[in-house]
């Protein structure tokens, strides 16, 4: 199910999956981001056939983001956009793995255009920023008069618990500090949906994982093995680790950490 509201000129689109999973979509100035999942499908195209737009920009290629791009191309004719390094794996079957299936269901193909620097919608022109470490093809959203960011998957939360096992901690580190040279507000996060004080919560994020690395390399200097350190600092293991059969896992956490402390 689908629930709609507005922030200002944005309409923000919360799809409630069964599972308890939350995904949004946005609209603003005729330009849709992110198409949520597969399953919201039956839902999302009620929205799309009653809402008017003539471009989606995506933020990323996972399934929870681009999972109704397919339908769009073939039903609206509105170009899609996406990083460069997004459009090889759009254009192929599903390829992530069966829980994922699952939970959001099964994106098909579809075949999108590259984004550039900048996107035009209606009226606005928006700065596209690189922000990968949760995507190699992550990006973000922003529009300088309003103060507007749209940030993907770079939040999701203030206390990270887990990643997935290509996720890289010092890269998601790098891709805040980077959207915090900005002088953004409001900020729509495709989890945790709408925050009025984007940059505060973005800089709390920014905070905690600065302490942890800390923390996962203090114990490593101090000769605590990887798996010693997960123990000590995530003792409980949430659900998701094991439905995942260890794709999401704190100990990728701790390994991105001291990995990219090695290579230095």
Known sequence: MIHLSKRSDVTCVEGKLDNGQIVYIFLTDGMLIDTGCPHLESDLISFYNEHDFDSVALTHHHEDHT??????????KVPLLIHRKGIDICK?????PRYRQRAWGIRKEFSPLPMGETIQSRNHTWEVIYTPGHAEDHVALFHQETGRLFSGDIYLSTRTKVIL???SIPIIMNSLKTLLCYDFGPM??????YFE???KVLKQKLDYLENLSGEILNLYRQGYTVNEIDQVLFPKKPLLVSISQGEFDSLHIVTSIIKSQVMC
């Open 67 to 76: 999972g109704t791009a397919a339908w769009i191309q073939e039903h609206k």
């Open 92 to 96: 192929q079957p599903a390829q992530y």
């Open 165 to 167: 096992d290509f996720e």
């Open 188 to 193: 729509y996060c495709s989890h945790a949906g």
């Open 197 to 199: 004080d984007g940059k």
